[in-house]
């Protein structure tokens, strides 16, 4: 692997990211919010699990795994309808600072930036939709092009690779906010096409993003490092002073805290870094149909995106001449254009 951090310029990449600290403020918040409901859920349904478990061991235990495994779904249905509006305004946000370097003032980011969501998506849940196909082809192809395989022989090297695939999986993850992005920056162009053209895109230079990614993603684990080594010392202390049988408890606590650093922190600057190095990348470049071949054979969800990118074109064409057939009518504003292959779609 070759990483170069010098091209991610993750001094105006942090910058910029402080330019948004209004909105990590309220990651950091929200992701707070959610631990402290989700510890006393724990701590109700786990107290009921040990009272029944006096009078019915088997239930008991039954129960406490339930209320574990009951985390999970509230974290996802939390993930849908709060945590991912959050973070389509921050991509709206960066976007625009990107693009213009300014907000309109007199507005909010977030409020700013849900507008805008919901301007060029519809709504908050359509851009869970798109990320989520494009998500599905970016890993698809990065599997395809970049997958370790784990044919040495021995169980601890299938493991390092299993592991390092994960790691790849997990990076794909900035790759998919930054072509999220483009949606913003390439307002003139319809959504689907947008994310048509540009997970093609993302094909096309796939290695310094994909490496970017990865060299992102460990960078993104120092806040949780630093986060973790700060809290550790009076979250301790704390717990000492309350009861000696709690420590397991404080270091429990200073996890998520530090996890709540890494993600309203960590994650939020690797997300700004690469979507501006995605920006520089490509920011000349047009989709290649060779390219376009390539994800067709490597993902049936870029069947789909490319067939709703064609609906969209078609759509725009058909207002078109149906705008040509009434030549009395004038337009109002500039009419909008469809992307630059529109009138010959990859």
Known sequence: MNLDLRSLRLGEAFRLLMRTRSLLILKMGA??????????????????????????????????IVAIIGVAPLYQLAYRYVFFMIKAAHIAVLSELLKNDNLPPGTGQLEWGRKRVEKRFGEVNAMFVVDELVSGVVRAFTNMVYRLTAWLPGDTLQQLVNILNRIIRYATNYIDEAILARSF????????????????????VWKPLLMNAIALMVLSYIPFIVGFLILALPIGLLASVISSSVGGWSIIATLILAFLVKVAVGDAFAMTAMIAAYHRETREMKPNPEMVAKLDAASDRFKEIKDRAQQEINRYLAGREKAKSRPAEEPQGGEPVAGESTDQPI
Request: proline share 4%; hydrophobic share 70%; charged share 10%.
């Open 31 to 64: 992701y707070l919010l959610f631990w402290f409901l989700a510890l006393i859920y724990l701590a109700i349904t786990i107290g009921i699990a040990s009272l029944v478990a006096q009078a019915i061991p088997l239930v008991g235990v039954i129960l406490f």
């Open 185 to 204: 920056m390439r307002d003139d162009i319809p959504v689907w096409v947008n994310a048509r053209d540009g997970i093609v895109l993302y094909a096309m």
